[in-house]
């Protein structure tokens, strides 16, 4: 997307409503943007940036098992540890407290829609910006429902003598409204956009998140019932998809370096306008910032290459048991795991820029090395989305890799999952392995079936997308956030003794979830001003 035109900032505010109008002299005044299609053009940019995206302090992983951020910037921690109310969570990043972020830019989308057909443009103007529109606000409600629960869903444009309480709607009927605007959106849009318009959203972009919105609809926690007309719905919209060009990229670390046909929908930076990568930029504070840490967690998901186990198996008390299928050896714990470990995270050993990272105790990446203040606390840095020949710190050289919103791996993933809900085990394990048999990754292929399948299906996407911010909503949709959030964060407590390493698991902090995390709460602020129109969330009160 071009570079936005900061000016939009002072333009995107609501109708005035006051009798006398005068026309400011130093600024735009509405009245310019609504008859100028250039400006509303710049206004339709100006919304892209309600598309958050994680080359940014925090990414969601440090309010999950992923990843423990040291620096705890935007207190996603907060959340991670179940800590989270409804009076603390205007303190925390808008990734998480989303309720006025997403509520200020569905007011301006709304005055769009108010003003958008009396403005210049013809019919292919107009239809196209109201399509991008239309999905911005979609994914906008998603993700309010995806944190909240149902929400009030407002389309319009409130007056000053307008009764201003609102209701919430309930889960499915936002997810019926969410589909029908992305419906109407795909109409409006072509399928893909052409190359000097990426980043613009498209007819494919609304059909990604068509499928995420209804597979996280059919999912435990918004379908007790495990209604089998969900799965149906949510298993068509990934169908759709399936034939639309897009492929498994042959290079699994290189899709997060540049475009490629794995992509459904992306942001795209430039050398003026760049990622502003602080959330990770190397190993130690010589290298760069190591503050988002992958967790011991995460690394134990990664299977076997040559047999496809996992290293352990989990016991009934949470204990971990050698797995002997497995062909793991712990005095070796990054040999011969899935590439996309290698892929992902750099680990004691790895060698990146030119030096073998030391993540050992006393290692130049250790806390005790040389810049222990941006040292990870886990043993492990985030490898995913960096360019290894572009230095961290003290170049003019920035990265300009795309944060990638949907990409087709997800789109089988979904697909997979949604026919086994449906008792398709045949085709949910050959979409299934169409993922794990990837060029470059080629993963034994699964043959299991029931709950081990299931279980193969939830641990596939936990790789595949790791920190791509799925987790968080993964394991809430699913119901085993009360499992898997409730146990500590796990480092790798690496020691050296000449040429000898010897490994061994160690606790980095505890963790707590209730049932009530399920959902976060509505900030009381906007329960308060509700006059008891907008009930909060059980639990929250």
Not at 370 to 379: D, I, R
Not at 382 to 400: D, R, Y
Not at 509 to 532: C, H, M, W
């Amino acid at each position: 997307m071009k570079k936005i035109i900061y000016i939009l900032l002072i333009l995107i505010t609501g109708s005035s409503c006051n009798k006398l109008e005068l026309k400011p002299l130093d600024k735009l005044s509405e009245a310019d943007i609504w008859n100028d299609q250039l400006l509303i053009t710049l206004y339709v940019n100006a919304t892209y940036n309600t598309l958050k995206h994680g080359f940014q302090q925090d990414l969601l992983s440090a309010a999950t098992d992923e990843a423990y951020n040291i620096h705890n910037w935007t207190s996603l921690r907060t959340v991670q540890t179940g800590a989270v109310t409804a009076d603390n969570i205007g303190g925390i990043g808008a990734k998480v407290n989303y309720f006025n972020f997403a509520y200020n830019n569905i007011r301006n989308i709304n005055v769009f829609f108010a003003r958008i057909d009396g403005a210049p443009g013809d019919d292919a103007f107009k239809n196209g910006v109201k399509g991008e529109m239309r999905f911005l606000r979609a994914n906008l409600y998603a993700n309010l429902i995806w944190r909240y629960g149902g929400v009030p869903l407002i389309t319009k444009v409130f007056q000053l003598n307008d009764d201003f309480k609102v209701s919430r709607a309930s889960y499915d009927d936002c997810v019926k409204y969410i589909v029908s605007e992305l419906d109407n959106a795909a109409a409006l849009l072509p399928p893909d956009q052409p190359n000097n318009q990426l980043g613009r959203t498209s007819a494919n972009a609304c059909k990604a998140l068509k499928s995420r919105v209804l597979l996280y609809g059919a999912s435990a926690l918004n379908n007790p019932t495990h209604d089998q007309s969900k799965w149906k719905a949510a298993a068509d919209a990934s169908e759709a998809l399936l034939n639309a060009g897009y492929s498994l990229n042959a290079d699994y670390q290189g899709t997060f370096l540049a475009n490629n046909k794995e992509i459904i929908f992306a942001r795209y930076f430039t050398q003026a306008n760049s990622t502003n990568f602080n959330l990770e930029q190397g190993r130690n504070g010589s290298d760069g910032w190591g503050a988002h840490n992958p967790t011991q967690n995460l690394v134990n998901a990664y299977e076997m290459k040559a047999t496809g186990e996992l290293p352990y198996i989990e016991q009934p008390d949470g204990s971990l048991l050698l797995n002997p299928a497995s062909g793991y050896d712990p005095n070796k714990p990054y040999d011969g795991r899935d590439p996309r470990f290698e892929a992902s995270i750099l680990h004691d050993g790895s060698v990146w820029a030119g030096r073998e990272t030391e993540s050992y105790h006393g290692g130049k990446d250790s806390p005790e090395g040389n810049q222990g203040f941006n040292a990870s606390l886990t043993s492990y840095y985030l490898k995913k989305f960096l360019i290894e020949n572009i230095p961290p710190s003290g170049s003019t050289l920035k990265p300009t890799n795309p944060w990638i919103f949907f990409r087709y791996a997800e789109i089988l993933l979904n697909y997979a999952e949604a026919k086994f809900e449906l008792g398709d085990e045949v085709t949910a394990r050959e979409y299934l392995n169409k993922v794990r048999s990837r060029p470059g990754i080629n993963m034994p292929a699964v043959n299991d079936s029931g709950e081990k399948l299931k279980k193969r299906i939830q641990n596939e996407r936990r790789i595949e997308l790791a920190f791509e911010e799925h987790r968080f909503f993964d394991v809430r949709r699913w119901k085993i956030a009360s499992s898997t959030e409730s146990k500590s964060l796990q480092a790798m407590n690496i020691q050296k003794t000449g040429s000898v390493k010897t490994y061994a698991f160690a606790k980095i902090t505890d963790r707590v979830f209730k049932d009530a995390n399920y959902l976060l709460p509505i900030p009381r602020a906007e329960i308060d001003k509700s006059q008891g129109s907008l009930p909060q969330n059980p639990g929250y009160e």
